[in-house]
């Protein structure tokens, strides 16, 4: 199973959350922010309905695959 971690950093003069490289809006208070991730957190782990899907790969390939709406990955929070 995917596991994705949100970590709350000081960012432009505030706090934001961070997933990989990208980060959120920038939110003036550590809680805010918290609160926020929590929130994307708590969103990304609810199961959606099973769909089709079409993306085409680097090589200009197109594939067609199943997405499974269970197949939702762990999400944490880590205050660094």
Same mark, same amino acid.
């Given at each position: 199973?995917t596991?994705v $971690?949100?970590?709350?950093v000081?960012?432009?003069g505030?706090f934001?959350y @961070? ?6 809006? $920038?939110?003036p208070s550590?809680q805010?922010?918290?609160e926020?991730a929590?929130a994307a ?17 680097g ?6 695959? $199943?997405?499974?709406g269970?197949?939702?990955p762990?999400? @944490?929070?880590v205050?660094?």
């Amino acid at each position: 199973m995917t596991e994705v $971690t949100y970590h709350i950093v000081e960012h432009d003069g505030g706090f934001a959350y @961070k997933v990989g490289d990208v980060f959120s809006e $920038t939110f003036p208070s550590r809680q805010e922010a918290l609160e926020a991730a929590q929130a994307a957190a708590a969103e990304q782990q609810v199961p959606g309905s099973t769909e089709g899907i079409r993306y085409q790969d680097g090589g200009g390939q197109w594939h067609d695959e $199943t997405a499974d709406g269970s197949d939702r990955p762990v999400a @944490k929070v880590v205050e660094d």
